[in-house]
Each structure stands twice: as C-alpha cells, then as structure tokens.
C-alpha cells in the first residue's frame, strides 16, 4: 500500500527542512559510500609495506602519510570503515532483533518472565563492557566475531529494556484492549499494534547506537582484542599511532577523524530523527 | 419466546483486593434477545465494566467468576477454552469503546486497522479495503475511500468513534457491546451516533449491549433497561415500563437526578444521599437500604429477590 510510501516522503520532507539532519544524513551517505567502494578508491593496497617510506606527511602520492610500516594511511582508512560497517550493522541488527523479541516478551507476557528477564538484562548490563570484553577474549582469542558477539550480549539489554518499558506502557492502552476485544491474537497484537508504535524509538536508538557501537570496535581493537594485526580498523590504525606519535602525528589523526564523523553524522541524523518521529516533539523545535 | 441470544444466569464475580474479597457482580441475571438493544444504566462503580469484561471474558488478572454461567447462542462462555473464546470475540462479539481517542491505533491508518479486524475471511486486500470502505460510507462517512489512507489523529471524536462503530460491526456480530460510546462526545455528536447506531443495528440485526449513565440516550435508544446497583441488577423491563412507571426507589431516584427532567431552574440539581456500599464489607439485607428513603424493616433483614414478570424489581416495598 502507499502508506509506507508515504511516511518515508513525510519523514524525508520534514527532513529536509533540518539543515543539521541533512548534513548527518549527508555525511551517512558519505561513509557508505566510501567504505562500499573502498576497492575502487583506495590508492594502495592497504596491506602494501614501503620501509624506505615510513611515517612520512601527507603528499599527494599519499594523501595521508603512511604509518610505521610504510603502508598508506587513506588506504586503511577507507578499508578499516569496512571493519567499523560491518560490526555496527551485525551487531546492532541483531541485538535489535534478539532485544526486541526478549523486550516484547517481558512487556507483554506473564509477570514471572517478566521478573526473569529484567534479571538477566541487568546482570548482563552490570559487567563493565571492557572487562567482559576482555573475559571473552581470554577465552576464545581476539577476532572480530569475539568483538560482535561482545557487542551483542552487552546491547541486547539496552534494547531489551526499552522495548519492555514501551510494551508495558502500550499495553494499557485501549486500543491494545479493543483489539482483544475483536479477537487478536497475541502475536497478532504484537506484531501488527506494538511493533509499528515502538518502531520510531527503536530506529532513534538503533542510530545514535552506531557511533557507540563503532567506538567500541575502535575501542577493543585499540587494546589488541579485536582485528588481528595486519587487517586494518579504525581503532587498529589509532593504536599504530598512537605508539608512533613522537614519529608522526597523522596516522593518529586519520584514525580518529572518521570515529568523529560517524559520531556526528548519526547523532545529528539520529536527534533530527527524533525530533521528527516524536509526534509530542513535533513543532516544538526540540532541542535537547 | 425464542431463546435470548445472550443469557447470563446468577453471574457473580469478585476482585481479589488488599482489603479483602470485593464482590463486584452478585447473582447477576440478563438476558438479550437476537436484534434487540439492552440499556444497562447505573452509576459509577456499580459494575457495569465488570459485567461486559466478564461477558467478553477480558477480566483484570484478579479477578475470579464465583459462579453463574454467560449462554452465548447456546454455548457457556465461561467454559469455552480460551481460542474458541478469542474466535468469538470481533467475529460474534463485538465492542465499541468508550474514548475514541485511545481506542484507535495512533500509528495505522484506519484502513490498515479496518483490513486488520478482517483477518478471519480469505477475501483479498483489495477486497477487504472496498468492504472496509463500504462500512465507512455506511457510519455515515463522506468519502471513504480516500480516508482510509489516513492516521486516526487526521479526525475527530465523533469520526473516530464512527470508525470505531464501523470496525466493529464489520464482521457483522450477533452481539455488539457498547461501553459508554457516546460519553466522551458533545450532546449533538451523541444524537448522530445513537440515530446511526439505531440504522445499523436495523441493517445488521445485531443485539446492542448498551452503557450508560445517560438516561436520555437510554430512552432514545433502547428496547430494554436494566438498572444496575453496587453489583446487582435492581430493576429491568421495557424502557417505556421502567422509565414511566419506575418501581425501585433507586430507578426513581436516578430519574429525579436526571437534569433534562427538571422542570424548573434551580442552583442545586437533586443528588442520591449517600455513597455506594462497600463491596468488600456488604452490609446485610437490601444493598440499597442505607440510601433508600422507604425502607421497612424487612429490608435490613432479608436481601429482596428480582420479583415480577417483563418488568421486575428487586425490592420489598414495591412487592408489598
């Protein structure tokens, strides 16, 4: 139906009219970009080591400079973003997905599994994030999927938790109860009633969780937990640095630039986001 | 007499409190006859949410049926295992709300909501949306079609509860229970609803389950009335027998605080003295007696039974 049309045009119009939505939004598109096409726009290969040119400036053969090994910064750049897209987008998609369904259960079912869940979604948010990090990594080796999975238990609680609140709040509702006065079934309520009203806070939060979630990557892969040496990252590229900063001070900078864009490319988008989707924000200018 | 399409026989329900046991509905009998419309009128508290969340058997969690049994066409709803009831429910049973403007889905357009309420038949979606259309036209809105695109927040009350009418009887139910559907709307707005209501009802042929606490729309509207006291039902009959010729003091009362029936101007409008009794701790004898001005010394002895034909009340003084 046209509907669905029709709220991505309103979304987008109202969009529109935010300059700073659009300049996160622009920059979004910009790091996709980039990153999708990573192959075609990086200079060099990013693995390629030139020891006769270590740590130089930036010149225009290397746009960047090249770190300790000779190897072009941009390169690895563009290529760590394919690291940082690929996590966010694993990791978030499926705590998403898994906090949803445990959310909905806890908001919506029994009181007892309600009980069990918010135990387990806090026991799970009480670790601090690095130590279990650092736990799992002792167990199964530095990798990437360890970083994922990190990632995935520590936010499903985060989703878990607003899903629940919404559900709860939701549930109460007369509409909710007129549907099970003409005969919904359970599913059916959830899917059909309370998904699409909690879908504008869980998209808001999904947004503005993809700077945090790439920041930890950086983060993890910063303390050698993630990415394995060569491949590079973000976090990767900014440990290199940061040994080698007496040397040169540009691998440092080329790898914390980007942490900053997509940290203010999604909040920006993620609040004009908001602002939009929140009908009781609406017209207000909302601020934050 | 053919049999009533809805039979409630010594329903009793109760809520499991803090205090204690509440008894909510005491030995409750009603009965609905196919295509006729019941008025149910009492004032708050008296149990008038409990009866039709018990009939549509959407009780609050601490809530227990003590006794009784509720005959749908035959079938005891109270046994009936919670699929069958749920297939009942929106599909032989339907309800009309009393806030329109909560009881829409903010975030669906109405013809996603009234597709939705079809999803029992196998017509296809554009099928299901030309019917959904066609209700719309039939509750009396302009230009169907076009609104069904729309979010419940492009209308207005009055719209809204129409919409909420349409949905309901789009399966077209045997029994339609309306909770207070015209007490969120302004005086106007309730005539076109209750004439409406009264149209469809004619087309469709669905008996009306119908609260209130406005006697007007009662007389306007239905066949039948049955007035409802601290959980007990105290009088029924027809509408024109109960309202003309009010047998229990406390239907007499209600009649006097009726402000469209004072005649002439005053600062204070008549009030029933007094307050409901508490259900946890019932006193003995008639419920109504503390408030009542008639009562004899029988009434705070013995609990007066439902006493007469058509048109029954349940009190001493006017048996005597």
């Given at each position: 139906m046209s509907t669905r049309r029709a709220f991505f045009t309103e979304t987008f119009a109202s969009l529109k009219k935010d300059p700073l939505g659009i300049m996160g939004l622009a920059i979004i598109v910009l790091i996709l970009l980039v990153t999708i096409f990573a192959s075609i726009l990086s200079p060099y290969d990013p693995l390629e080591v030139d020891v006769y040119n270590r740590l130089a400036s930036p010149t225009w053969q290397h746009w960047l400079g090249t770190d300790q090994l000779g190897r072009d910064v941009l390169s690895r750049v563009l290529y760590g973003g394919r690291v940082a897209l690929k996590v966010s987008l694993v990791a978030i998609s499926v705590s998403m997905a898994l906090g949803m369904l445990l959310g909905m259960m806890a908001g919506f079912g029994p009181k007892w599994l309600d009980r069990i869940l918010v135990v387990c979604f806090d026991t799970l948010r009480s670790f601090p994030t690095i130590m279990f990090a650092l736990a799992i990594v002792a167990l199964t080796g530095p990798s990437l999927n360890t970083v994922i999975a990190v990632i995935i238990i520590t936010s499903i609680p985060v989703y878990g938790r607003i899903v629940r609140t919404q559900t709860q709040a939701l549930r109460e509702n007369d509409f909710i109860l007129a549907e099970h006065a003409l005969g919904a079934s359970t599913a059916r309520i959830l899917r059909d009633h309370i998904l699409p009203n909690i879908a504008a806070p869980l998209l808001i939060l999904a947004s503005m969780d993809v700077p945090a979630v790439v920041g930890m990557e950086a983060g993890l892969s910063f303390l050698g937990l993630g990415v394995s040496a060569p491949t590079p990252?973000?976090?990767?590229?900014?440990?290199?640095?940061?040994?080698?900063?007496?040397?040169?001070?540009?691998p440092l900078i080329a790898g914390g630039m980007p942490l900053i864009l997509v940290t203010l490319g999604f909040t920006f988008f993620g609040e004009s986001l908001r602002d939009i989707l929140d009908p009781k924000l609406r017209g207000k200018g909302g601020d934050s | 007499m053919t049999a009533p399409i809805l039979n409630i026989r010594n329903l009793s329900v109760s809520y499991q409190t803090k205090r204690g046991l509440l008894r909510a509905l005491r030995n409750i009998n009603l009965q609905i006859q196919a295509g006729r419309?019941?008025?149910?009128?009492?004032?708050?508290?008296?149990?008038?949410?409990?009866?039709?969340?018990?009939?549509?058997?959407?009780?609050a969690p601490n809530a227990r049926i003590d006794g009784g049994s509720i005959l749908f066409k035959g079938n005891d709803l109270l046994r009936l295992d919670p699929e069958a009831m749920r297939a009942l429910r929106g599909d032989e049973i339907s309800m009309v709300f009393q806030d329109p403007m909560t009881s829409l889905n903010p975030v669906l357009t109405i013809g996603r909501q009234m597709t939705d309420v079809q999803h029992r038949n196998n017509h296809s979606k554009a099928e299901k949306l030309s019917r959904a259309a066609r209700m719309l036209e039939r509750v009396g809105i302009a230009d169907a079609a076009e609104q069904l695109n729309r979010y419940p927040h492009h209308f207005s009350g009055g719209m809204r509860q129409r919409v909420a009418i349409a949905m309901a009887l789009m399966t077209k139910p045997g029994l339609l229970i309306a909770d207070e559907p015209t007490t969120a709307l302004d005086a106007t707005l309730e005539v076109q609803i209750i004439n409406r209501l009264r149209q469809l009802q004619g087309d469709v042929g669905c008996a009306i389950l119908f609260i209130s606490h406005h006697l007007g729309v009662i007389a306007e509207l239905c066949d039948e009335v049955v007035v409802m006291y601290a959980g007990e039902v105290v009088e029924s009959g027809t509408t024109r027998d109960v309202f003309r010729n009010p047998d229990h003091p406390y239907t007499r009362k209600l009649l006097e605080c009726d402000p469209a029936r004072i005649a002439e101007a005053t600062r204070n409008l008549p009030v029933i003295?007094?307050?409901?009794?508490?259900?946890?701790?019932?006193?003995?004898?008639?419920?109504?007696?503390?408030?009542?001005?008639r009562s004899i010394d029988i009434c705070r002895l013995e609990r007066p039974a439902l006493r007469g034909g058509n048109h029954c009340a349940a009190c001493h003084v006017a048996a005597q």
């Open positions: 990252s973000w976090g990767s590229i900014l440990n290199d640095g940061y040994s080698y900063l007496r040397n040169s001070p540009w | 419309i019941i008025g149910i009128v009492g004032e708050s508290g008296c149990g008038k949410s409990t009866l039709i969340s018990a009939i549509i058997r959407l009780l003295g007094g307050t409901l009794p508490d259900l946890v701790d019932l006193p003995g004898g008639c419920v109504f007696r503390p408030r009542c001005d």
